[in-house]
């Protein structure tokens, strides 16, 4: 059963229990979009812009049904098919009660969880995903989510095998409590389904992570090493990111730094960018970054973020 059917198994659900799905349906949305100049061209680029539906509704003494459906639009360039304007995104079906929240369908995986707000460039120009892999959406996923215990909570994410590879395991562990924050994670033989086998690469993957807030200021470090599992011999490389916030009221000041040989081998990434909140669901941001690598590069981007 492909990820799609997730939403023929939520119309289901409705048809078994339509005023309780009803009281339970939460639809909400995020459009960003930046304008970005580079090395000699210029472009609009949609920066994970998304629709969705979520809930919850009871269906015997503790235990909920949970649901959550996502898709991604390209606003900057849309398309006339479905399959150039949409893409599957966090899109699940689960129960949840005491024991924590099992669920199955497509996933951001427990390792890529634990970067936790670190990364202060998301889905923008020197996105983490320059420089370490790992940033995966699982599909055909089951996962379990644990209850959050003195500041404690797991994750835990089993990816069934295919035709063309094994089976894909991905734990996590994180803790945050007052100032701190901290992650813990594990990937074993964690494939990025490409459109070939020969272009999937399958990665064993180790990451810590730990953020620190005071005052005005807001830090983060994430660490990270892999070895690629589907070629011989391969060695395993090390990376790092930094991040560091200030808050002047509704600017936010942030700078960026990581180097990896994961994804490139001596591969640098720089960013420096500002944000301005003009409201709690509305921010327009301004960034700079700068890419060092066997190419090398330098763009700025000027863009906005709105949710509803």
């Keep these: 059963m492909k990820t799609r059917n997730v939403i023929a198994a939520l119309l289901a659900a409705a048809v078994f229990s339509a005023s309780a799905f009803a009281d339970a349906f939460t639809p909400y949305a995020k459009a960003n979009v930046s304008y970005d100049w580079g090395d000699g061209w210029q472009d609009s680029v949609d920066r994970a812009s998304r629709i969705g539906a979520k809930g919850e509704f009871q269906i015997t003494g503790n ?15 849309g398309g006339n098919e479905l399959d150039s304007l949409f893409s599957v995104r966090n899109s699940f079906v689960g129960l949840k009660g005491e024991f924590g929240t099992v669920f199955w369908g497509a996933h951001d995986t427990p390792f890529k969880k634990m970067q936790g707000k670190v990364d202060r460039f998301n ?9 370490f892999v790992g940033e995966v959406r699982a599909r055909d ?5 644990s209850p959050k215990i003195n500041g404690w909570s797991a ?3 089993h990816v069934p095998g295919d035709s063309r590879f094994g089976s894909s395991q991905s734990i996590g562990l994180s803790y945050g409590k007052g100032a701190w924050k901290f992650g813990f994670g594990v990937d074993e033989d964690m494939r990025k389904n490409e459109k070939t086998a020969s272009k999937t690469k399958v990665f064993d993957s180790v990451r810590v992570s730990a953020e620190y807030a005071f005052s005005n200021w807001s830090m983060g470090l994430v660490a990270q090493g892999s070895e690629q599992q589907n070629v011989v011999a391969a060695d395993r490389e090390y990376g790092y990111l930094l ?25 640098r990434s720089t960013n ?9 669901n509305f921010k327009t941001y301004v960034g700079y970054w700068n890419y060092a690598g066997a190419d090398s590069e330098d763009q700025v981007s000027l863009g906005f ?4």
């Design 243 to 267: 991040s560091l916030g200030y808050s002047l009221g509704k600017a936010t000041l942030l700078a960026q730094h990581g180097q990896s040989d994961i994804v490139e081998s001596g591969a």
């Design 272 to 280: 420096l960018g500002l944000d301005y909140k003009w409201r709690a």
């Design 155 to 157: 994750l835990a994410m």
């Design 141 to 145: 996923s089951y996962g379990y989510r």
């Design 123 to 131: 889905d923008q120009q020197g996105d983490i995903k320059t420089l």
């Design 63 to 77: 235990t909920s049904f949970v649901y959550q459906v996502e898709q991604g639009v390209d606003l900057a360039h």
């Design 305 to 308: 973020e709105y949710k509803i």
